[in-house]
């Protein structure tokens, strides 16, 4: 895994890429925001949160386990959760995606059918989000499932394997592709899905 196992105070952790090198499909100016203003202030409000609190020795994992569990820690929950699912996110992605191969397209074949049985089924779930939230792949009971969750929300959160992420909040296409999710979303799984670190993720 590629994110931040260190303690608090956290920092912001680096794009795996420039922030041009998903255009078309996300423009820089996308990232620029989406990476360095809002991932950003979820990482800042939460270092601003567990300040002496008992969390403040704590993981980023361990804290939104924790917290996730905690009625009196729902801001520390949404801002750990997202400051985890946007670093996952950023490495779901990857200039050169779309196209599984090996143990991780025999897994799409064995649990959906093939790749585009997934596609398809993934992007009506990504589409179906209501409102604000993620669409997952996840491995669970030896197989793999699609997954949405609201707002802030990870299967981390809740014993859940996650293998790679797509961010349907309005901020992460709304300036490249307007209200238009479900063509930002098909474009997404065509040209960005990162495979390998799904299947890395795998196990
Ligand atoms: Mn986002």
């Given at each position: 895994?590629?994110?931040?196992?260190?303690?608090?105070?956290?920092?912001?952790?680096?794009?795996?890429?420039?922030?041009?090198?998903?255009?078309?499909?996300?423009?820089?100016?996308?990232?620029?925001?989406?990476?360095?203003?809002?991932?950003?202030?979820?990482?800042?409000?939460?270092?601003?949160?567990?300040?002496?609190?008992?969390?403040?020795?704590?993981?980023?994992?361990?804290?939104?386990?924790?917290?996730?569990?905690?009625?009196?820690?729902?801001?520390?929950?949404?801002?750990?959760?997202?400051?985890?699912?946007?670093?996952?996110?950023?490495?779901s992605m990857t200039?050169?995606g779309?196209?599984?191969?090996?143990?991780?397209?025999?897994?799409?074949?064995?649990?959906?059918?093939?790749?585009?049985?997934?596609?398809?089924?993934?992007?009506?779930?990504?589409?179906?989000?209501?409102?604000?939230?993620?669409?997952?792949?996840?491995?669970?009971?030896?197989?793999?499932?699609?997954?949405?969750?609201?707002?802030?929300?990870?299967?981390?959160?809740?014993?859940?394997?996650?293998?790679?992420?797509?961010?349907?909040?309005?901020?992460?296409?709304?300036?490249?592709?307007?209200?238009?999710?479900?063509?930002?979303?098909?474009?997404?799984?065509?040209?960005?899905?990162n495979?390998?670190f799904?299947?890395?993720?795998?196990?």
């Amino acid at each position: 895994m590629p994110l931040d196992k260190g303690k608090a105070p956290f920092t912001l952790p680096k794009l795996p890429y420039a922030e041009d090198a998903l255009a078309p499909v996300i423009s820089a100016k996308t990232i620029s925001f989406h990476y360095g203003k809002h991932h950003k202030a979820y990482v800042d409000k939460l270092n601003e949160l567990i300040e002496g609190t008992p969390y403040a020795s704590e993981t980023l994992e361990e804290i939104i386990k924790k917290s996730a569990k905690d009625e009196k820690a729902k801001a520390i929950f949404n801002n750990a959760a997202q400051a985890w699912n946007h670093d996952f996110y950023w490495h779901s992605m990857t200039a050169k995606g779309g196209t599984p191969s090996g143990k991780i397209k025999k897994a799409l074949e064995d649990s959906f059918g093939g790749l585009e049985e997934f596609q398809k089924a993934f992007k009506a779930a990504a589409v179906g989000q209501f409102g604000s939230g993620w669409a997952w792949l996840v491995a669970k009971d030896g197989k793999l499932a699609i997954q949405t969750t609201s707002n802030a929300d990870t299967p981390l959160a809740h014993g859940g394997k996650a293998l790679l992420v797509a961010d349907v909040w309005e901020h992460a296409y709304y300036l490249d592709y307007q209200n238009r999710r479900p063509d930002h979303v098909q474009a997404w799984l065509e040209k960005l899905a990162n495979w390998s670190f799904a299947e890395e993720n795998l196990g």
